[in-house]
């Protein structure tokens, strides 16, 4: 006959949950409201590598940045809709 324990069966809180840091990323939510949506795709490694090169250590973009950027040109350069909606709305 099997016992079953008398308290719910909880998961422990990894780092991830617990600490300090959980202030900071609820201040780094902020841009995700800027931008609701997220948007993935697979790259070469020779995109891969350049975006490290020109994203890292002390640049003012991050590779999402470059990403959003080159979406919104493309955008702006094949879609008359989006090109009326950032007309009236004002943003990018």
Known sequence: MTQYATTPNTATPNAAQVGP???AKGARAKPI??????FHCAITIAMGNSLK???G???LL????VGRMALH???L???PHY???????GSA
């Open 57 to 59: 250590h002390n640049c």
């Open 73 to 75: 040109n493309y955008l």
């Open 21 to 23: 840091d959980t202030v």
């Open 62 to 65: 991050s590779e999402s940045d």
């Open 33 to 38: 409201e800027r931008f609701p949506l997220r």
């Open 83 to 89: 090109v009326r909606a950032m007309r009236g709305n």
């Open 53 to 55: 090169r020109l994203t």
């Open 77 to 79: 350069a094949n879609d």
